[in-house]
Structures are given as structure tokens and as C-alpha cells.
């Protein structure tokens, strides 16, 4: 029997068939706390009644599946749906599906924005299953109307919720109990009431040896490396080991600070008070309160130190700010080199102090951590000839780049590559949009007879491999195309920059963090300087 050909039944399809559009869709799925009793909003539901709706649809294939589990609707900056927005922006997906509109958000203002704004402006269809609403349901004039009004009310019940655990959470705080997720330094929470204060044998200690050379008159710096040399875990650590603290962006260095210290010295708790209220949500933020309207319940749980330890300590500390507010002192003048000029031994940040008429660089890790920390020690680095030898390697690297004459031929090569990625996506956009037409006309072509079973399968399959490939293939050459386009955008204004640098200039903050990423001192005749963008400077010269 004769082989079909495969290229002339594409051909005959294609020509039999309208066009029609095929979505890419991504379920979006939603569960914050206050829903996570409530199973028709669970995670399985909401995927398992879009899932079905879609299946009648032939239009739309699902291709992702994003999902926000604990994570109010009141804010939009949720990893997944930014992660959505994202792949929107790359054209992954062009059709966006939800349980409900309540489960996109519960803010009238953003929740319109989205769906009458951005999903329009990016050609995305928006589809809410259980309110009956789709963007592309030309005789959807009804659910249109009603759509600022459910966007409402899902906002007005989500008001209405946090109000209430406002409520209870004063009534709770009033009634001298601890709402905080974990609990201060030196205790530990009951297990058969989280809302009451154990003392921690394994912390308490530690707290109470605090207090005391605090009121021995000890120093915050000198308190913070007796407790360095002894390797006492610090507060977001010792959590961390027991599993209260998981996000590595809130453990810290590892090292204690002495603003860690002296929150610790300043906090009532210690003394078996419970004092809470002390900040409040304002725009979903965090602000700090009066402290007239703080809640304060006396002996609520058992003290670590005595009233009189704790006043003691207040005191001693109070002597010394006195002490230090008195002491003249210099004007004022920025450090231009602040949170850039690190230590080459150890790696830490080298530390700015004033003495008599002059500012100098110090590490203070022997200091601070503990003795031997930095095999260095850089004790005095004056700052006027930091600047001076700084300066000078800025402007030699400067006249390299721009008597080296290749800037304009490294311009030249990004805007070659970046032409030719375009070319090459334009290819695939095409190659895609025809296979996508083949793939609308297989399952019309199946069920008039036209295709077998046998032949239906094998075309589809194939189709929607090649077009995942030429996608994945298209993503990969957008991304390099928009680094090719940083690049670009980097060497004009580096090139600007530069200069700039001729002549006699300043040294000023706003100059080193433009062209500085590092400043690594080893000791006053070796400083490395490390440029921002990725080392061009390096780079050009070389070409």
C-alpha cells in the first residue's frame, strides 16, 4: 500500500480550515489563611472546577499552573502571580483562568486593573468559572456590569475579616496574652497554650548574663564580642535550629550585633510584662505606634531578670548616652564609600570613625566578633588618601577604555547579535502559528473522517511537540536578546560616565555607586576596585 503523504494532507488541512485562535492558559489558584477551613476554596477544588470547565473548550489548552497556598488577596506581590505576569510579559501563556474572581484578589482597584487593563492591553483572555465570565463572550454584557461590583464585595469581605482578627487580636493582647508567631529570646511557647510565655533553659541564661554586664556597666561593643568569643548562638539562629525560622533572609551573619543587644536590654518582657501594639499595619506596612498607645499587662509570665536588674541596666545606659552627647564631636560629612569598601583579610565591612579632624577606615572584626577574626587588622586608613588612590584607579581605567578605540565596535557587535535573534524568533513565531493552524483543524478533520485515530494522534503529538520546542527555543532567544539590550544600554551609559571623568573631578558618593561595585582593601598600598556592569571594562578591552 502507497505511503499517504504527510506534507500535502498538512497542505489540504490547512486549506479546509478557518483560522481560529488557540489560548495558552495558566490556572491561577489562590488559598489565604482565613479560607483554609473552607474546602469548596481548596487548592484541589479550585484546579479540579477549572480543569472541567476547560476540558469543554477546545480553544484553550492548559500549559501552567500557578498557585499561591497562605497568601491574602488584598496584595498582588505573591510570588506565583508575579511569576504569571511574568510569563504573560514572555508570551508563555495569553489566557489567564480562576475559580472566581475572589481568588485573583480582593482589591477593587487592583482586581479591576488586571482584568479591564492589563489582561486587555497584552491580548490575554480572563475567564472567572464560577461568576460565568469571560473576556472573549462577545454577549457577556451582563457579567461585565457586574464585574466591579463582585470586585467590591470580595474587598469589603476581606476588610471585614482583617477587622475582625484586629479585634481579636486586641481583646487577646488586653487580656495578656502573646499573639507573636514566635517567641521572644529566652522563652519558648506553652505547648498546650501558644498564647502563654515558658521560660527557655536553653536561652534564659544567656539573657540573664546580658542584663548583668549591662549593669556592671559593660559596653554594648565589648557585651556583643564576649558573647562572639563564646560562640552563643544568636536569637535568629537558635530559632532557626529548632525549626521556627526557615528564610535564610532573616537569619543574619551568624554573628551578634549590638542592636540585637540592645533590643534585648530595652524589651520589658524580660521582666515578666507583656507589652505588645508596639507597631501597626498601614497600607500593609508596618509602622511603629506611640508608645501611650502600647498594651501593657503587668506579670503575665514568669521574669528572667529582676525589676531591679532591669532598671539598673536602664540606667547605666542612660549614664552613657549622657556621657556621649556631651562629647564634642565633628560635623557631619557622608561616607561615600558606605556599604562598598570591605575588608581583603576577613571580608568584612571596614568600619568609618572620626578622630580629631579626620575620618579613617578600620576593620573591627577583633573587635566586634572576636580575637583573631581578621588575620589583617587594619587598624587606620586614612580617608583623604583613600580617596586620592581610588580616584586615580577610576580615571587610568577610564583613559584605557576610551583611547583603546573599540567602544564603538563592541556597540557595533551587540546590535549585529540582537538583529540576528530577531531574525530567528521571527522564524519560529511563524513555523509556530502554522503548526498551531494545522493543530485547530485535526480534531474538525477526526471526527468528519477525514483522519484515522491512528492518524489524529500521531499528528497532534506531533504538532504540540514541535511547538513546545519552538517556544522553549523562543523564550531562550528573548531572554538573550534582552541581555544582549542591557549590554547595550550598559557600554552607552558607561560610555557616558567615562566621560565624564576627564579632567579634574570630585570623588563623590553618587559617582562610586555608579561605577563601583567593590572596594577591597588589603592594606594602603594594595586596593582592588571592582566596576559595576559585569566587568566591562575588562571586557571591552579585550576586544
Not at 481579636?168 to 498564647?195: L, T, V
Not at 493543530?439 to 491512528?454: A, D, P, Q, R
Amino acid at each position: 500500500m502507497a505511503r499517504k503523504s504527510r506534507k500535502n494532507k498538512e497542505t489540504f488541512l490547512l486549506s479546509q480550515t478557518p483560522h481560529m485562535k488557540v489560548w495558552w492558559a495558566g490556572l491561577y489558584i489562590r488559598l489565604s489563611v482565613e479560607d483554609n477551613g473552607s474546602h469548596g476554596d481548596s487548592l484541589e477544588t479550585q484546579q479540579q472546577i477549572m480543569e472541567a470547565h476547560l476540558a469543554l473548550c477546545p480553544d484553550i489548552e492548559v500549559v501552567e499552573v500557578y498557585i499561591d497556598n497562605g497568601v491574602s488577596g488584598q496584595t498582588f506581590e505573591r510570588p506565583s502571580f508575579q511569576r504569571l505576569l511574568a510569563d504573560v510579559e514572555a508570551g508563555k501563556i495569553n489566557c489567564v483562568a480562576v475559580k472566581d474572581l475572589s481568588r485573583l484578589g480582593r482589591s477593587a482597584i487592583d482586581s479591576g486593573y488586571y482584568v479591564e487593563k492589563y489582561f486587555p492591553l497584552h491580548g490575554v483572555r480572563f475567564l472567572a468559572i464560577n461568576d460565568q465570565y469571560d473576556s472573549e463572550d462577545e454577549n457577556n454584557g451582563t457579567g461585565q456590569i457586574a464585574l466591579p461590583l463582585k470586585n467590591l464585595m470580595n474587598e469589603a469581605y476581606a476588610l471585614d475579616i482583617s477587622r475582625k482578627v484586629r479585634a481579636q487580636q486586641h481583646q487577646a493582647m488586653r487580656a495578656g496574652e502573646f499573639i507573636g508567631s514566635r517567641p521572644p529570646y529566652g522563652y519558648r511557647k506553652d505547648p498546650a497554650n501558644c498564647h502563654r510565655l515558658l521560660v527557655n533553659t536553653d536561652t534564659a541564661p544567656v539573657v540573664r548574663q546580658i542584663f548583668r554586664w549591662a549593669a556592671d556597666g559593660v559596653a554594648l561593643n565589648a557585651i556583643v564580642k564576649k558573647l562572639n568569643e563564646a560562640s552563643v548562638p544568636t536569637p535568629s539562629h537558635y530559632l532557626a535550629s529548632i525549626g521556627l525560622i526557615s528564610n535564610n533572609k532573616i537569619m543574619g551573619s551568624g554573628k551578634w550585633q549590638t542592636r540585637t543587644v540592645g533590643k534585648i536590654l530595652a524589651d520589658e518582657v524580660y521582666v515578666g510584662d507583656m507589652v505588645q501594639g508596639k507597631t501597626r499595619s498601614v497600607k500593609r506596612k508596618q509602622v511603629p505606634t506611640d508608645p501611650a498607645d502600647w498594651i501593657v499587662i503587668r506579670d503575665t509570665h514568669e521574669p528572667l531578670v529582676s525589676r531591679e536588674l532591669f532598671q539598673k541596666a536602664q540606667n547605666v545606659r542612660a549614664q552613657a548616652a549622657q556621657k556621649y552627647a556631651k562629647t564634642e564631636k565633628l560635623s557631619f560629612s557622608p561616607n561615600i564609600f558606605k556599604g562598598r569598601i570591605f575588608c581583603g583579610h576577613c571580608g568584612k565591612s571596614l568600619h568609618r570613625q572620626r578622630s580629631h579632624d579626620r575620618y579613617f577606615f578600620r576593620c573591627i572584626s577583633n573587635d566586634r566578633i572576636r580575637k583573631g577574626s581578621c588575620p589583617g587588622d587594619i587598624r587606620v586608613l586614612p580617608e583623604d588618601e583613600l580617596i586620592s588612590v581610588i580616584l586615580d584607579i577610576i580615571q587610568k581605567q577610564a583613559s584605557i577604555i576610551i583611547n583603546n578605540g573599540c567602544w564603538s565596535k563592541r556597540n557595533g557587535k551587540v546590535a549585529e547579535q540582537s538583529a540576528a535573534i530577531g531574525k530567528e524568533i521571527a522564524r519560529l513565531q511563524q513555523e509556530t502559528e502554522r503548526d498551531r493552524k494545522y493543530l485547530i483543524s485535526l480534531y474538525e478533520h477526526f471526527v468528519s473522517g477525514v483522519l484515522s485515530k491512528t492518524e489524529y494522534t500521531e499528528l497532534k503529538t506531533g504538532y504540540e511537540q514541535k511547538i513546545k520546542a519552538a517556544t522553549s527555543r523562543s523564550q531562550q532567544l528573548l531572554e538573550q536578546n534582552r541581555s544582549l539590550e542591557r549590554d547595550l544600554n550598559d557600554y552607552i551609559e558607561l560610555s557616558d560616565r567615562l566621560a565624564s571623568l576627564k579632567g579634574d573631578i570630585t570623588l563623590t558618593g553618587d559617582l562610586i555607586g555608579r561605577l563601583v561595585e567593590r572596594i577591597v582593601v588589603y592594606d594602603e598600598q594594595n586596593i582592588s576596585v571592582h566596576f559595576k556592569f559585569r566587568d566591562e571594562f575588562g571586557k571591552v578591552v579585550q576586544e
